[in-house]
Each structure stands twice: as C-alpha cells, then as structure tokens.
Nanobody
Framework: QVQLVESGGGLVQAGGSLRLSCAAS????????MSWFRQAPGKEREFVSI????????NYADSVKGRFTISRDNAKNVVYLQMNSLKPEDTAVYYC?????????????????WGQGTQVTVSS
C-alpha cells in the first residue's frame, strides 16, 4: 500500500502563492499516477491536477490552468503543487491521491490511496 501525507496549506491573500507537498511512503513504486483533488464546504470533490510517474505527462482542471503547476521528485517520493495567483474560490481542503493504473484519469474513484488533506484558505 501507499501512505500519503500532505503539507503546505495555510492562509494567504488573493493573488498570493502556496506550494503543497505530498510525501509518499510504502509501495511508492506502485504510484504510477499522482493527483491533487480539492473539496470546498458543501461542494463535491473535484479534480485539480495529475502527473504520471515520469513527470512528462500532466493535466489540469480548467479552473487552475496557467496558475497551478504539478511536479514530482521520485527520488524523494514527493509530489508538489505550486499554486500561484490564488483566488478566494481556490479555498478548499486539498487532497493528494495515488493511483495504480497506467492511464491518466481524473476520476476520484480510480484512486486507491488518499492523504488526510491540507487546508488552503484564500482571503479577498
């Protein structure tokens, strides 16, 4: 199995930046796909970004394209989400997820492993 621990959340002003980290342990070689999801109060969990194991295949939700960047360091077993130009609507709990498949997917049900979440709050 894979264990995931997110960190880096906090309170920032609109227009500011944060970098989230997801530290993976356990059978990390099985984590072919690493994604970030987020969930705001009263809303469904939504896909944010995904990265394949090689790091050369990424995708983003339309709402964050041009502002967020996902990356991974396989030697350190860490996935990052650099968030720039943050907006109040980015406020949510951000979750790291790991999938075992070889095909890129934005569906939360396709991910077997999840972190505990880290809170991101963006003030106006």
């Amino acid at each position: 199995q894979v264990q995931l621990v997110e960190s880096g959340g906090g309170l920032v002003q609109a227009g500011g930046s944060l970098r989230l980290s997801c530290a993976a342990s356990g059978r990390t070689f099985s984590a072919n796909l690493m994604s970030w999801f987020r969930q705001a109060p009263g809303k469904e969990r939504e896909f944010v970004s995904i990265i394949a194991r090689t790091g050369d295949n990424t995708n983003y939700a339309d709402s964050v394209k041009g502002r967020f960047t996902i990356s991974r360091d396989n030697a350190k077993n860490v996935v990052y989400l650099q968030m720039n130009s943050l907006k109040p609507e980015d406020t949510a709990v951000y979750y790291c997820a790991a999938g075992l498949g070889l095909f890129m997917t934005t569906r939360s049900n396709d991910y077997a492993y999840w972190g505990q979440g880290t809170q991101v709050t963006v003030s106006s």
